[in-house]
């Protein structure tokens, strides 16, 4: 029986992809996660790439992300094209061990600045600080403590630096596809 297909494989061998552009709001966190599922859907066990360009959002709009990452059974490669801040990186760190790629020009950041707009409450995102860091540690493999100081203190990172603390993989300017599950 021929499947239904909802228009997002183009074609035959090419990559799957997911955009992650501009501020992560409650929307564009709907339409990624939406997007996950239905690749996740039509072809279990074949990469998804996210194209990572974002200065985050806020936590709340960003943990759904992540946990639909760990629900799909697909390996996710994630690949950050610029700008790279907030629970953006949080989202990169979480791509699958070995695909986690940047551009050479890419910076990956902590900062408060990058992930709020006037009137947003900090003070619930400082809250879920520590929950974040918990799932940032497990995927850099560093110190819970460590990297709970990036997230307070607004920690950069230019792409060789990410690599180095763990945030990513490897430094290059086109991303990196893990085989198929």
Do not use: H
């Amino acid at each position: 029986m021929a499947r239904f297909s909802t228009g997002l494989l183009v074609g035959a061998g090419q990559e799957r992809c997911v955009p992650l552009r501009g501020r992560i709001t409650r929307q564009v966190a709907a339409c990624c996660i939406a997007r996950l599922l239905v690749l996740a859907t039509e072809q279990p066990g074949r990469p998804i790439i996210i194209y990572i360009d974002s200065p985050g959002g806020p936590v709340s709009e960003s943990l759904p992300i992540l946990s639909t990452m760990n629900g799909i059974k697909c390996p996710i490669a994630t690949f950050c094209r610029g700008e790279t801040n907030g629970t953006a990186a949080v989202i990169a760190a979480r791509g699958t061990s070995g695909f986690r790629v940047a551009n050479p020009g890419a910076r990956l950041s902590f900062r408060r600045t990058a992930a709020t707009r006037p009137g947003q409450d900090l003070v619930s995102d400082e809250k879920l600080f520590p929950a974040l860091a918990e799932i940032l540690a497990q995927n850099v493999r560093k110190p819970e403590a460590e990297v709970l100081a990036w997230l307070i203190n607004g920690a950069e990172f230019s792409a060789a630096q990410a690599v180095a603390n763990g945030l990513i993989d490897k430094v290059s300017p086109i991303p990196s596809l893990p085989p198929r599950a």
